[in-house]
């Protein structure tokens, strides 16, 4: 029956999905990213540069004079100029973001 308790131990870790995002400022992240390497965030700021076509996006999400790259897929409804915020997994590798949510603000 132990197996069976471990089984089952595995499949809810499994449904659980990301932990929960911890809110955080750029400056934070910049001062201290080690930190947050592989970590879920949220940040919030407004976007700059936004490139990209189709389903792939990138843009720079800037505040307080600090700045990150951030990597969006499907549909994005931000703008140049709109504050928005952001929950992703944050790489220190590229120092980038690559976005779960993008949500106006």
């Known amino acids: 029956m132990t ?3 471990a ?12 932990a929960a ?23 919030t700021g407004t976007v700059g540069l936004v490139e990209g076509a189709g389903g ?7 505040d307080g004079g600090v700045s990150i790259r951030v ?3 499907g549909g994005l409804r931000a703008r140049t100029g709109d ?3 952001v929950e992703g997994l944050f790489k220190l590798v590229g ?7 993008v949500t106006p603000r």
């Not at 089984?7 to 990301?18: Q, T």
């Not at 911890?22 to 990213?33: E, R």
């Not at 792939?56 to 800037?62: E, K, Q, R, V, Y």
């Not at 120092?95 to 949510?101: G, V």
Request: positive net charge; without cysteine; aromatic residues 8%.
């Open 95 to 101: 120092t980038q973001l690559e976005a779960f949510r």
């Open 56 to 62: 792939s996006w990138s843009f720079t999400l800037i």
């Open 21 to 43: 995002a911890q809110a955080v400022s750029l400056s934070v992240l910049a001062a201290n990213p080690v930190r947050y390497d592989h970590r879920t965030v949220t940040v």
């Open 7 to 18: 089984l089952s131990l595995l499949a809810l870790l499994a449904v659980a999905g990301p």
């Open 71 to 73: 990597l969006a897929t």
């Open 83 to 85: 504050r928005v915020e």
């Open 3 to 5: 197996w069976l308790r």
